[in-house]
């Protein structure tokens, strides 16, 4: 028998401001799998997102050991219907081990802009390449986002600015917000994530404003199919959050095809995870740039170092390993 797997845990600390929906994220836990084979080795990270995975951390642990207990033996992994993040974790883990994961990453992020904007501003003029950053909205008064967004475009030229409303919007504070960039500066938002409630509100006010939007949350909905749509510049695809490797692939060709760009995005992986993130987003989707600043919510990295992060490193070799068979 060569194969051999092993499946560790991992708790990392975040940095005290990280909220989701509503609750605080204190720690971010996780399993992490390796597989051998041979002289090879391929990791793959599970790690349902509180609030945003419908598995427990500790339904996606039984669900890998089972699935680990039959690849050890020999069989072949259905991940047809496995929870996302396990799927993710485990197709990701056979990748690396079948030596197809390129080991060159993008690591070209859009910047997260968390509040203050001449900080972004003096940051992105640093940055090689077309300006592309992130802003959350929905958050505060629409009325201020639209203040905010309105100035970013005008500070910077050439931006291509992200927004992401996370669906926090009623159509009259997604028209509130849209009242406040003004119609010049409108091409300047690459996109704005999931504005409404209902993916109907949200290209109801795309059509109306002539702001572009994406889909991210609506990528999950069940039955979701891609399709061109007058508006829809761009869908998010989070992969822990959306499944297997091969899920993703199909949904960045599909968005292709459609003529929407394909944004590998971060669901809070750990390094190790994200940068297989990276990894995944300059072999399939090279044109793009990711949507992964995120190590900045942590306060430690896992195994993998993510370039210019000063954070500490904690390796796999000290985890518990909380899985293996002989
Ligand atoms: O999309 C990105 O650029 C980074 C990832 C990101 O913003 C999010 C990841 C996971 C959960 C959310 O809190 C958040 C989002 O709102 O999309
Ligand atoms: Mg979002």
């Not at 836990?29 to 500790?58: H, K, M, N, Q």
């Not at 802003?135 to 008064?141: A, D, I, N, R």
């Not at 199919?225 to 508006?231: D, F, M, R, S």
Request: glycine share 8%.
């Amino acid at each position: 028998m060569t194969r051999h797997a092993k499946l560790y845990q991992y708790q990392l600390p975040m940095d005290s401001g990280v909220i989701l929906r509503a609750q605080r994220l204190a720690m971010r836990e996780g399993w992490v799998v390796e597989l051998r084979d041979g002289g090879r080795v391929g990791y793959g990270e599970i790690a349902p997102l509180p609030e945003f995975s419908t598995e427990s951390l500790s339904q996606a642990g039984e669900q890998a050991q089972t699935l680990l207990t039959q690849w050890q033996a020999g069989g072949s992994l259905d991940l047809s219907d496995t929870y996302p993040s396990v799927a993710f974790g485990l197709s990701m883990a056979l990748l690396e081990l079948a030596g197809e994961l390129p080991a060159q990453g993008n690591y070209q992020v859009a910047p997260l802009c968390s509040g203050d904007p001449d900080e972004l501003v003096e940051h992105l003029s640093q940055l090689p390449g077309e300006p592309v950053a992130k802003m959350k909205v929905g958050m505060y008064e629409a009325v201020r986002d639209g203040m905010i967004a309105n100035m970013f475009i005008e500070a910077v030229p050439g931006i291509r600015l992200r927004l992401d409303a996370n669906r926090q919007w009623t159509p009259l504070k997604a028209r509130q917000f849209a009242k406040y960039v003004s119609p010049q500066h409108r091409a300047g938002i690459a996109f704005l994530e999931e504005p409404c409630r209902t993916p109907a509100e949200s290209l109801a006010f795309a059509e109306e404003t002539g702001i572009a939007i994406a889909w991210d949350e609506t990528v999950r909905d069940p039955g979701f199919t891609v399709k061109a749509e007058p508006g829809v510049a761009a869908i998010v695809i989070k992969p822990t959050l959306v499944g297997s490797v091969q899920r993703c692939l199909d949904l960045v060709a599909d968005a292709r095809e459609a003529g929407l760009i394909p944004v590998i995005s971060s669901s809070l992986e750990s390094s190790l995870g994200l940068g297989q993130l990276a990894r995944l987003a300059a072999w399939q989707t090279p044109e793009v740039v990711p949507g992964l600043d995120t190590m900045q919510l942590f306060q430690a990295q896992l195994e993998t170092p993510w370039p210019d992060c000063a954070l500490p490193i904690t390796p796999l070799s000290s985890l518990e390993v909380v899985w293996q068979q002989d």
